[in-house]
C-alpha cells in the first residue's frame, strides 16, 4: 500500500511515502525518499528517489529515476562511497576516546576547524588549526556540547538552531510538572544537555534522556544509551539494530517511568516524511505497552512554525498548536536583540491536553476559559467564532463577510471577496494557482480529469521524452526549501 502525500512544497514536487515490500536505495545518509515531479502543462510525472535529508544538492546529491535499472558496478560504487562519507570514528571509539580525554592531567584541547576533541597524539597533526585550549575546556563546558560544538546554521538541512535559556528551562519544567521521567530528545541537543545539567544538580527527581539526531559530533560527547546517530526523515538508525534497540530500552516503560518526545525538526523539513518517523517511534512505544491503558498515542512535542499547521493537523488531527512562541539564541530572524523582543513563529504542536500545559503569565500568556487553554494575550477570544483565533501572535479582527477572523495587515476585498493584503494581486482567486497537469486554472492538479491519462501515456512512451536529470525539479526542490525559508521572512506582514 502507498500513503501518499498532497502537494508537499506545492511547487509541483510530491512525495510518495512507501510502505512495505519496495526498497529505496540509500544515499550516505540512509534510504532515501521517493518524490514525484510534476511540471505545469507538461507530461512529466515520473518518480525519482533523492536524499531524504538534505534539501540542497550541495550537500547530497543522490539522485535516481525510480525505474532505473541500477548495474552492480554502479551499486558496489555507491556502497563504496558512502562508506568513505561515514563519520572517521565509530561511537564506541568516540566513548573511549572521551573517557581517556577525561583522565588527561594537563592540556585538553579541542581542535574547532575539525570540531574533535583531541587526544595528545594529535596534537601536531591540528598545529596550525584553531584549537580551544585547556583552560577553556572544563567539566562544566563538556557537560554543554551545545555551546562548544558551532552550529551548524549555514546547512539547510541541519538548520541547528539552538533554545534560548528561557524556552529550554520552560519546557523541561511543563515536563517535569506533569510528571515525565523520561524524555527522548529527536533533534533537541539543548534539551538533552539540561536534563543531564539538572539531574547532576540533583535538587528535582531524575529525569532520563536519550538524544536521536543526524549530528554526530555528539558522538564525542555521550554514550551509546544517551545518544544514537539518527536521521529523523525516513526514521534511520546509522547504528543499526543495536542503535534502534537503545530506542527500544528507552520507550518501555516498565519502571512506571512516563516517557514523552520532544522534536525540533529542521524548518526546510517536509512534514510527511517527520509525520511518518513519528508515528514509527510512536507505534515502538505502543507495542511496549503493558498495561492496557487508557492512553493510546505517545505523547508528543513537536516544534516547529505555526505556518505549518493545517499540514500537522492533517498527520495528527489528535494535535493541538499552542501559543507559546519558543525562543532561539542563534536564529536570524528571531533573537532577544538590544531592540526588544521580536515574535517567534515557532510553536508547539501536541497531543497532551492544552490547559495542562501553563503558559507563563509573565511572559504575556493567559488562560482563555472558554478555549480551555492557555494563549497569548494578544489572541483575544472572538465571540463570534467562537475561539482565540489569533496564529501568528498579533491580534487577528473578525471579518463578517467572510465569516472568520484575519490578520490585521488584511483587508476585505470586493473583486476577490475574501480578505487578503491591501496590495495582493487582485482577481486571482484564492489558492488557483492552477494545475500543474494540465494548466487549467479552473482545479488543482489532485483534481486533474487528464492525471491518470497522462501518466499511463508516460509510461506507454518508456518516458523517452524525459530529461536525464530533474534540472528543473531540483531548483524546484530549492525553491520549495527557499518558499519555506521565505514564510519565515513574511511572518510579519
Ligand atoms: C532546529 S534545530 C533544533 C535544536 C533545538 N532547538 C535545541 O536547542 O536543542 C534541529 C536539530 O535537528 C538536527 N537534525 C537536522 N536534520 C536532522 C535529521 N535529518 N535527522 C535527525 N536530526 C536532524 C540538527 O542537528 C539539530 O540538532
Ligand atoms: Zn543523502
Ligand atoms: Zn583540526
Ligand atoms: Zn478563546
Ligand atoms: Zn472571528
Ligand atoms: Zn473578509
Ligand atoms: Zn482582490
Known sequence: MQLKGSDEDGFGIEIVLQQGDRKAPSCV?????????????????????????????????????EDDKVSEARLLAREEENRSKMPRFTHQEYCSRFRKFLALPLGRRFCQDCQLLLLPGEWEIHASHKMSQADDITEARLSRPSLMLKPLENKKSNAQYLFADRSCHFLLETLAKLGYRKVLCVGT?????????????????????????????YAQFYGQDEFCHYNMFNHHFFGGQAASGVLRAFLSEEDGEKVIMVSDPPFGGLVKPLAHSFSQISETWRKLQTSEGSVVEMPIVWIFPYFFEPRILECFPSFTMLDYQVDYDNHPLYKHGKTGRKQSPVRLFTNLTPRDIVLPREEGYRFCKVCQRYVWSGNKHCTKCNLCPSKDGRMWKHCSECQKCVKPSWRHCQSCSRCALPDHPCGNSPGLEGCFNCGSLKHKRRACPLKDKRRADNKSKGGRNLPKQPMKSNSKRKSGAQRRANKLKKMTE
Not at 51 to 65: H, I, L, P, T
Not at 189 to 217: A, V
Request: proline share 5%; net charge positive; aromatic share 10%.
Open 189 to 217: 541537543p539543548r534539551l538533552h544537555e539540561l536534563i543531564k545539567i539538572r539531574n547532576q544538580e540533583g535538587k528535582s527527581d531524575p529525569m532520563k534522556t536519550l538524544l536521536l539526531d543526524i549530528d554526530f559530533r
Open 29 to 65: 545518509h540512509g534510504p532515501t525518499l521517493l518524490f514525484e515531479k510534476v511540471c505545469k502543462g507538461e507530461e512529466k510525472d515520473r518518480r525519482f528517489y533523492a536524499c531524504s535529508a538534505c534539501r540542497d544538492r550541495k550537500e547530497c546529491n543522490f539522485f535516481q529515476w
